[in-house]
């Protein structure tokens, strides 16, 4: 289990357990962990905002304050197209299956005349989205950015010749309406750009990453920046 996930199912279990509690032995018992390693997971919980409690001595643990929930979803209808549409025309774009799956976790939980009223308001925006490469391969290179792994392709250049290469990725970019895997190419031994929808296939090693970052890259085109930059 990554931690990212084991984060998320120890707050869960947390939320779950009420007053109670659970022990630090406990926890790492249920998530295969050392209990140091459930200590640091547990304060960065609390960092994060999570109202984590803990009681020292015999008997005592950690647990979540009862009640303490994510705040509820509020949008208007126009804002849940507005998701829509945009996940929808991006479906090409990095991690696009889980962008749709939390449109539909946001779905799920607005209230029912919003939800419905939504629905209707979609039925009037339609989409033509570009295809997308095979789930394997996008699967594969999302897995490998978000871990820093090198990623192993079978891709086919403009030129029409095909490689086989050991890519580091570096970054997703989007140009021109068109995605790119960029990345250390250890064929090559330089930086170099991949089209998506070139890549044939695409598998993640064992191997980690050496440390190349997007400063090498270079500085993006004025009209660009990390899609954080878009939404503060």
């Known amino acids: ?27 790492s018992r249920e998530f295969g962990v050392s209990a140091r390693t459930v200590k ?11 109202p984590i ?26 804002q849940a197209v507005a998701l829509m549409a945009a996940v929808s025309a991006g479906s090409d774009a990095p991690f696009g299956d889980l962008a749709t799956a939390g449109i539909r976790k946001i779905m799920d939980v607005l209230d029912p005349r919003t939800r419905a009223r939504a629905e209707a308001l979609a039925d009037r925006v339609w989409v033509d ?3 997308a490469p095979s789930r ?17 392709i079978r891709y086919t250049a403009r030129g029409r010749a095909t490689t086989t290469r050991d890519v580091e990725p570096v970054l997703f970019a989007s140009r021109e309406g068109q995605w790119y895997l960029v990345g250390w190419c250890r064929l090559r031994d330089a930086m170099r750009w991949f089209t998506v ?30 899609v954080h930059t878009h939404h503060r």
Request: include cysteine.
């Open 129 to 131: 989205a570009p295809p």
């Open 53 to 78: 409690w803990s009681r020292p001595g015999p008997g005592g643990g950690y647990g979540m304050a009862i009640g303490a929930s994510l705040p509820p979803v509020s949008l208007t209808p126009a």
């Open 40 to 50: 640091r997971d547990l304060a960065a919980l609390e960092s994060s905002g999570a």
């Open 136 to 152: 394997a391969t996008r699967s594969a290179l999302e897995a490998a950015m978000a871990d820093q792994r090198v990623v192993r």
């Open 197 to 226: 929808s070139r890549i044939e296939r695409a598998a993640v090693t064992a191997m980690p990453c050496t440390g190349h970052t997007v400063d090498e890259v270079g500085e993006p085109p004025a009209t660009a920046a990390p």
């Open 1 to 27: 289990m990554k931690r990212a996930e084991r984060l998320h199912a120890l707050s869960e279990m947390l939320r779950r357990g009420g007053s109670r509690g659970y022990s630090a032995e406990r926890l």
